[in-house]
């Protein structure tokens, strides 16, 4: 069982920067690819951003390529979405996702076998 807890949400200017980190309990942490995915306002939920167990891959969105970068830490058994360059669009929830192993299809919410709770990022224009 993994559990995650999301923080560093918050209201940010267009242009500026937030962190997020998502931190999980349990020793099997640096065995898990880590995701993370957002829900705009009336939208449904989408990927923003992947990391491989050991850091050594990683995929992003088309739409945040660039601007935002995904890392992990397994001795803190935490993972970060670094988002720069933020716009408008970007607001939304932001869940981060573990799934016990790579695959093809680590951009689809089917896979992931625990979701933290959840932060909400809001970009003032």
């Known amino acids: 069982q993994v559990q995650l807890v999301v923080s560093g949400g918050g209201l940010v200017q267009h242009g500026g920067s937030l962190r997020l980190s998502c931190a999980a309990s349990g020793r099997t942490f640096s065995s898990y690819a880590m995701g993370w995915f957002r829900q705009p306002p009336g939208k449904e939920r989408e990927f923003v951003a992947v990391i491989s167990w050991n850091g050594g891959t990683t995929d992003y969105a088309d739409s945040v390529k660039g601007r935002f970068t995904i890392s992990r830490d397994n001795a803190k058994n935490t993972v970060y979405l670094q988002m720069n360059s933020l716009k408008p669009e970007d607001t939304a929830v932001y869940y981060c996702?573990?799934?016990?192993?790579?695959?093809?299809?680590?951009?689809?919410?089917?896979?992931?076998?625990?979701w933290g709770q959840g932060t909400q990022v809001t970009v003032s224009s």
């Open positions: 996702a573990a799934r016990r192993s790579w695959s093809d299809y680590v951009r689809r919410e089917y896979g992931y076998d625990y």
